[in-house]
């Protein structure tokens, strides 16, 4: 089976910045499309960023849209999620996603296989 395990999270201050990393087991990560998804409490889960299998294509939120950069080194089977400017609101749990290669981005959670354990970012301000 496909694992992912995030790391970087943290506390930080607004205006501060983070970068998230998600190491994916397997053979296959140049074949999948990645993304970013985060979720708090009392609220529903929102993509944040997606890449496709070669990292020609991205996709952000509006919200995050300018600030967060995803990027990929499949060397590596790593995923990142550089996030500058950080503000309160952004204070979420935060999860990389895994699912086989499709043509451009893949966004809809549903549409993904594999998922990390989340990690914790907090935004204070």
């Known amino acids: 089976q496909v694992q992912l395990v995030e790391s970087g999270g943290g506390l930080v201050q607004a205006g501060g910045s983070l970068r998230l990393s998600c190491a994916v087991s397997g053979r296959t990560f140049g074949t999948y499309n990645m993304g970013w998804f985060r979720q708090a409490p009392g609220k529903e889960r929102e993509s944040v960023a997606a890449?496709?299998?070669?990292?020609?294509?991205?996709y952000f939120s509006d919200s995050v849209k300018g600030r967060f950069t995803i990027s990929r080194d499949n060397a590596k089977n790593t995923v990142y999620l550089q996030m500058n400017s950080l503000k309160p609101e952004d204070t979420a749990v935060y999860s990389c996603a895994a699912t086989p290669g499709r043509l451009g981005v893949v966004i809809a959670y549903h549409e993904y296989t594999y998922w990390g354990q989340g990690t914790q970012v907090s935004v204070s301000s």
């Open positions: 890449i496709n299998w070669n990292g020609s294509r991205t």
